[in-house]
């Protein structure tokens, strides 16, 4: 039975590259600007491949050149709305895959479920010719129209090192040894709402809420993208609003200057990860006394008594003098 569909599914898309070519090649197709211009020389029949979601297909068409300024352009080509010869439908596929599962799952799935043959190198160079078209269209998008209120509305910022080429790391300062970098900083924000909680009171995000915007710009120029994100999510009906992050610096500004009147907090899992660094210098790295009062701090956190854990942590530094200040310090902790 699959060797049968299979075959079947070939053989429709054969049927169906043909059929697209013979409507693409009508002598009668309307395409503007498909006239000389003056100083152009026209080049009648031109070949063009042309990657379909049926498959690649041939087309004819028009291709005038301006030997004076050194352009050519083809309005078939424009007409139907093609890039680097890829059609308009499977770049949003291939775009859509990517977003999903990568440049390598993309292909692999598109080849699997749709029969489609596009390479991840091909997949990538697609995304990264329509990525800044789509940018310019979320800029052009006017703010949410007036809908119903929203309970709680969360945003959250993080950033990761992304290993680059060299030519994108000229001039950077990084933390290599000579001051260097191998790595840019790859931005990403998350915005979602909550209107409901479970049982025992926890929220609970609402289905399929999120949207992401994701960025190698500086922090100020992602701060405003994030901002206009959530303009376009409608947080002005907002009761509240909730900013989640890491503590990193840049990023507590970020919602300094965007969100000033939202609730921040800083999530659990680095916390945690600093409250083991703090205990590790106040009484030793993996010492019973340590982990006892990592249980002991971590469980105030959850309560929300981070003035507790602040106040205990100064008087132990105190204690155990100059020593240990220096040790604490060397873990990022300020008292």
Not at 38 to 53: D, F, I, M, W, Y
Not at 153 to 179: H, I, N, S, W
């Amino acid at each position: 039975m699959e060797a049968l569909e299979l075959g079947l599914r070939e053989a429709l898309l054969k049927d169906g590259r043909q059929l697209l070519e013979q409507l693409l090649q009508d002598p009668n197709l309307s395409v503007p600007h498909n006239q000389t211009q003056p100083g152009e020389k026209c080049h009648s029949q031109r070949a063009k491949a042309v990657q379909t979601l049926f498959g690649e297909i041939e087309i004819q068409r028009n291709y005038f050149y301006c030997a004076a300024t050194g352009q050519g352009r083809a309005p078939l080509d424009e007409a139907l709305g093609l890039l680097d010869g890829y059609s308009p439908g499977l770049v949003r596929l291939g775009c859509r895959a990517a977003a999903r599962c990568g440049y390598l799952g993309a292909s692999e799935d598109l080849q699997a479920l749709a029969a489609i043959t596009l390479d991840g190198r091909q997949i990538q160079r697609i995304v990264n010719r329509i990525g800044p078209k789509v940018a310019e269209q979320l800029q052009k998008q006017t703010p949410a129209l007036p809908g119903e209120p929203i309970a709680v509305f969360y945003v959250e910022v993080d950033g990761t090192g992304v290993p680059m080429v060299a030519e994108e790391l000229t001039g950077r300062k990084g933390k290599q040894a000579d001051g260097s970098s191998t790595t840019r900083e790859a931005k990403l924000g998350a915005t979602f709402t909550q209107t409901a909680t479970d049982a025992e009171g926890w929220p609970i995000r609402d289905f399929e809420s999120t949207s992401y915007v994701g960025s190698l710009e500086g922090a100020e120029a992602f701060g405003l993208r994030v901002r206009q994100e959530t303009q376009r999510r409608g947080i002005a009906r907002a009761g509240k609003v909730v900013f989640l992050g890491d503590g990193a610096a840049w990023i507590w500004e970020l919602a300094r200057v965007n969100f000033p009147l939202a609730i921040l907090i800083l999530d659990f899992y680095h916390a945690a990860e600093r409250l083991h660094q703090l205990c590790a210098a106040l009484y030793g790295q993996d010492t019973p006394a340590a982990k006892g009062q990592k249980q002991r701090w971590q469980q105030l956190l959850l309560d929300d008594q981070v003035g507790q854990v602040i106040a205990a942590a100064r008087r132990r530094l105190q204690k155990n003098g100059t020593r240990c200040r220096s040790t604490v310090r060397e873990a990022d902790w300020i008292f």
